[in-house]
């Protein structure tokens, strides 16, 4: 006769419990306002539109990269882009530009982190408030500018990015 | 392992299939499974920025928990080989032995699916468990070894060559998996009554017993005849 006992006892809110418990630590590396990586780290820079510009829908987010990115499948880093402080709600990027479409009007807040290809962060983010103003108001923004601009003064809209 | 009569008021016998620690073994391997096969999905759906519900639920985007999950069931599997050293023996064992006469079962299997008429096979699993067995830890441990490969590894170019083996592992596994619930759910007729072989209680209806596995049902009813 053969025993069916494959393991001893492993309990399932145990595996549970770890696997929340690793969730939450990997959650924490992407918090908002994570500096770029120091001196030697990878950087991400907005270089368009400028922090606190007045921008018409859509306008395109331009940046650059201190490393070269690429599809996650590649090996290469990408960023995330998001909008609004919803970190979790983003879009992957790979190429240095991005259209940024469907923001009400008001103030809002612009990110971009860079991440590892397995989609852990490399340490690199930076953020720009813009004026959403009317459609077909002011013109988008493209004029360059500073990007790495860390905080801003808050008071962004709830709108939820999600492209 | 016994036939055992149950508990006065209820008249009919079972017989245990599968002890506690391997039923809970299994369950905590499934649960992450499923989880990692969900968020696995939305990654090559391309949706990963939109947080799933489940990923609303742990308040982390379905990638983080992807590899929480990863990270956890490659623990599991691990605590399962250390600690179950000798049932992992005996699974493999029985995976692996191939009689003659298995080709017939298999050959039956089509129609048995419907109609429960199972060609005879003398194993504790049957000749087509043995061979999803097979294919399925394969397919889960080259999931789980490129899985740690890519959370290491962060990036480059043998990150690249590991992410395309996840990626068609878990091609080939989503399907067998699939195809292992549909079975084990007992919705197909020739396979009704086995869900109980690994939940609540593990004890199987000695009827069902004789029908999947009649050699293993005979060893047990001569070892422990019923009580
Ligand atoms: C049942 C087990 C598993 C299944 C079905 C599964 C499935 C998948 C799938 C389908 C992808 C997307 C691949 C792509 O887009 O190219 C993926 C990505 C990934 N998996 Fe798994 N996985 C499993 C286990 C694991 C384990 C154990 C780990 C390690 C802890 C892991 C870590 C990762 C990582 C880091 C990625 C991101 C790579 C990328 O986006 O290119 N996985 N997984």
Redesign the pocket.
């Known amino acids: 006769m053969m025993k069916s006992s494959i393991a001893r006892p492993v309990s399932v809110a145990g595996a549970l419990a770890l696997s929340m418990l690793l969730a939450a630590c990997g959650a924490n590396g992407t918090a908002d306002g994570a500096a770029d990586g120091g001196a030697g780290g990878p950087k991400v820079t907005i270089t368009s539109p400028a922090d606190g510009a007045d921008v018409s829908m859509p306008f395109t987010l331009r940046f650059t990269t201190s490393v070269p990115i690429g599809p996650?499948?590649s090996g290469r880093e990408h960023v995330h882009v998001f909008t609004d402080q919803d970190t979790a709600d983003y879009t992957v990027v790979t190429s240095p530009s991005f259209t940024i479409q469907d923001l009400p009007p008001g103030k809002h807040m612009v990110g971009v982190t860079l991440q590892h290809?397995?989609?852990?962060p490399a340490g690199a983010s930076a953020q720009i408030t813009v004026n959403v103003t009317a459609s077909g108001g002011a013109g988008a923004a493209t004029a360059p500018s500073g990007g790495d601009s860390g905080g801003s003064d808050g008071g962004y809209s709830g709108y939820g990015g999600g492209y | 392992m016994a036939t055992r009569r149950r508990p006065a008021g209820r008249s009919r016998p079972s017989v245990e299939r599968n002890d506690r620690r391997t039923r809970w073994f299994h369950a905590a391997v499934y649960l992450?499974?499923l989880v990692?096969?969900a968020?696995?999905?939305r990654?090559?759906a391309g949706n990963?920025g939109t947080p799933s519900p489940l990923a609303t639920l742990f308040g982390t985007p379905d990638?983080t928990l992807?590899?929480g999950?990863?990270?956890a069931?490659?623990v599991l599997v691990l605590i399962g080989v250390v600690l179950g050293r000798k049932g992992v023996r005996t699974f493999v064992a029985e995976s692996l032995r191939w009689r003659p006469g298995d080709a017939r079962w298999l050959a039956r299997w089509p129609r048995a699916v419907f109609t429960g008429r199972f060609a005879h096979h003398d194993g504790h699993f049957d000749p087509g468990q043995r061979l999803l067995n097979v294919v399925m830890v394969m397919g889960?441990a080259v999931?789980?070894g490129?899985?740690?490969g890519?959370?290491l590894l962060h990036g480059g170019p043998v990150?690249a060559v590991l992410?395309?083996v996840?990626?068609w592992?878990?091609y080939v596994?989503?399907p067998l998996i699939a195809g292992h619930v549909l079975v084990a759910s007992g919705v197909l007729p020739g396979y009704r009554g086995v869900w109980r072989s690994m939940h609540l209680g593990g004890r199987l209806d000695p009827e069902v017993a004789r029908r999947l596995w009649p050699a293993w049902a005979e060893r047990e009813n001569r070892d422990r005849p019923p009580g």
Do not use: Y
């Open positions: 996650p499948d290809a397995d989609h852990s | 992450t499974v990692l096969l968020t696995g999905w990654l090559i990963e990638t992807h590899r999950v990863g990270w069931l490659a889960l999931l789980v490129t899985g740690l890519l959370v990150f992410d395309r996840h990626r592992a878990t596994v989503t």
